[in-house]
C-alpha cells in the first residue's frame, strides 16, 4: 500500500547539537569488538583503503577461520568483520598484527583517512596523494595526543578531482595546481594553503588544536561545533603553523556538491599496467569473491563500498573482468546493483526494522539516475553523500525520500506492498526534479 505524503524539507540537525563527550568512544575497532545480534563485530581501519597482498589475505583468513565467511565494505573504506566469537580477541588481533594491520593498538580507531582511490592511477588530479597517506599514518600513530581522537573522525586525502573532497570529513588535504596543498576546516568553503611537503604535519596539527577546542565544547567531531567555533579553530590551527614552520595563505575553494564513485570497469592509465573499478553489490564480500579480487594485486578499498584492482598485466585485465563479473561484482554502468546501498539491517542489528538488504535485492532493477540507500532505523549508519534517494523503515512502512545535500524532501511511504515498493523507488530513482 502506497501512502502519499506532502513534499516538505526535512530541517537538518543544527551545528552544535551534536552529541557531546558525556561518555566514553564507543566506537568499534579491531582491539574493541562490538555486540551485535550476530555476533561479535570487529571494524579494520585501512588508511586509504590501501591493502598488500599480505594483508588482503589475512582480512580473508580472519573472516573465515573466526567470522561469518564474509568481509563487510564501510562507507570509509573500512572493513568489518562479523559473526565473531566474543572470546576471539586475542586471536584476531595477532593475525592482524602479523599482517601490519596493526601499527599502533592505542591507535588502530584513529587511523580514519579516506583518499581518492584513482590517484596517481589515471592521469587526473593535481597530486598523487599516495606519500600524504603513508606521511599522515606515520604521524598519527606516534602522536601521543592523536589517540584522544574519536574514532568518528574523518580524514580525507583528495588529490584535487573533488571526490573524497565532497565527503564533508573534519580535515580534508586537497591537491592544489600551483603545487601547494589546501586544508579545510570541515565542511566550510575557507581553506588554508600550505607547503605540500608540510601538508601531512599540517592535518596532525589541526586534528591536535581540535582536540583542545573539543575540550571546551564536548565535541566528537568537527561537524559538532558551531560556525564561531569552527572560525576560531582555523584561527588557532594557523597560530600553531608558525612555530611549526608551516607557511599558510589563507582562501576559499567551494567544497564539491557531489562525491562521485570511480566508475566500474577499466581505468584509463598507463599502457604498462592496468587497474580494473569494481563495486561489490551492498557492499558484502564472500570468500570466493574476496580471494578472486585480493589476488590480483594491490587493493584500494573505497568510500563506495567498491574496490580498485592495481598493478594487473595488461593481458589480464580484460579477462579479469569478466571473471569478477562472473562472480557477482559490478563491472559497468549497467549493473542493477550500481548505486544501491543499505546498513546491515536485520538479524545484524538489533536497532534495525527490518532486513533491508533482502527489501533492496528483491527491489533491485535497472540502474536509475541517482543512488539509493535503504536504512533500518532513523539512524541511517553508512549513508552516502550528496543527491541520493533515502529508503528509511519506519514502524509505518518504508518512508522514501529524495536527499540533496543536507535538505531531504520526503516524497511517499510504502506499506506491505513489495511490488509497489519497488515501483516507487525505481520513480523516485529516476527523478529530474
Same mark, same amino acid.
Given at each position: ?5 506532502? /513534499?516538505?524539507? +526535512? ?37 586509504? $583503503? ?50 601490519? +594491520? ?65 565527503? $564533508?570529513? =573534519? ?37 591536535? /588544536? ?51 564513485? %570511480? ?17 561489490? %553489490? ?35 585485465? =580484460? ?85 540533496? $545535500? ?14 509497489? +515498493? ?12
Amino acid at each position: 500500500m502506497l501512502a502519499a505524503m506532502s /513534499a516538505s524539507p +526535512l530541517t537538518p540537525r543544527s551545528p552544535g547539537t551534536a552529541c557531546t563527550r558525556s561518555s566514553g568512544d564507543a566506537c568499534p575497532g579491531a582491539l574493541r569488538l562490538h555486540r551485535a545480534d550476530d555476533g561479535a563485530l570487529a571494524r579494520i581501519r585501512i588508511p586509504g $583503503g590501501v591493502l598488500t597482498p599480505r594483508q588482503a589475505a589475512a582480512l580473508g583468513q580472519a573472516a573465515e577461520r573466526l567470522g561469518d565467511g564474509e568481509l563487510h565494505l564501510t562507507s570509509r573504506g573500512n572493513v568489518q568483520v562479523r559473526g565473531l566469537a566474543e572470546d576471539c580477541g586475542a586471536e584476531l588481533a595477532g593475525l592482524l598484527s602479523r599482517a601490519g +594491520l596493526l601499527p599502533s593498538e592505542r591507535h588502530e580507531r584513529v587511523r580514519n583517512v579516506v583518499a581518492s582511490p584513482l590517484s596517481g592511477l589515471d592521469g587526473l588530479g593535481a597530486a598523487d596523494v599516495r606519500p600524504w597517506l603513508t606521511e599522515l599514518d606515520r604521524l598519527l600513530c606516534t602522536s601521543d595526543r592523536a589517540t584522544a581522537l574519536s574514532g568518528r573522525f574523518l580524514f580525507a586525502l583528495d588529490d584535487g578531482r573533488g571526490d573524497v573532497d565532497a565527503l $564533508g570529513a =573534519d580535515l580534508t588535504l586537497i591537491g592544489h595546481a600551483a603545487g601547494d596543498a589546501l586544508l579545510r576546516i570541515g565542511g566550510g568553503e575557507a581553506v588554508l594553503r600550505v607547503p605540500r611537503a608540510a601538508a601531512p604535519r599540517a592535518a596532525l596539527l589541526a586534528a591536535e /588544536a581540535f582536540l583542545d577546542a573539543a575540550e571546551e565544547t564536548g565535541a566528537w567531531r568537527t561537524k559538532d561545533l558551531r560556525a564561531e567555533a569552527v572560525t576560531a579553530l582555523t584561527g588557532d590551527v594557523v597560530r600553531r603553523f608558525g612555530p611549526a614552520g608551516i607557511t599558510c595563505v589563507t582562501g576559499i575553494r567551494p567544497r564539491p556538491p557531489e562525491a562521485l564513485a %570511480p566508475a566500474p570497469g577499466r581505468v584509463p592509465g598507463p599502457p604498462h599496467e592496468a587497474a580494473l573499478s569494481v563495486g561489490v %553489490p551492498l557492499g558484502r564480500l564472500g570468500p570466493a569473491q574476496w580471494r578472486l579480487l585480493s589476488g590480483a594485486g594491490e587493493l584500494r578499498l573505497t568510500p563506495w563500498r567498491g574496490a580498485v584492482l592495481t598493478g594487473i598485466p595488461p593481458a589480464r585485465a =580484460d579477462e579479469l573482468l569478466t571473471e569478477l563479473s562472473g562472480a557477482g561484482l559490478i563491472t559497468g554502468p549497467g549493473s542493477p546493483w550500481t548505486g544501491v546501498g543499505a546498513c546491515i539491517g536485520r538479524p545484524g542489528c538489533a536497532k534495525s526494522l527490518a532486513d533491508v538488504r533482502a527489501d533492496a535485492g528483491a527491489a533491485v532493477g535497472p540502474a536509475g539516475r541517482l543512488p539509493v540507500y535503504w536504512s533500518g532505523c532513523e539512524r541511517r549508519c553508512g549513508h552516502p553523500h550528496g543527491e541520493w534517494i533515502d529508503v528509511v523503515v519506519t514502524p509505518g512502512g518504508h518512508r522514501i525520500s529524495h536527499v540533496r $545535500g543536507d535538505r531531504s524532501t520526503e516524497a511517499a511511504t510504502v506499506r506491505d506492498d513489495p511490488a509497489a +515498493l519497488a515501483a516507487a523507488v525505481a520513480a523516485a530513482r529516476d527523478t529530474h526534479t
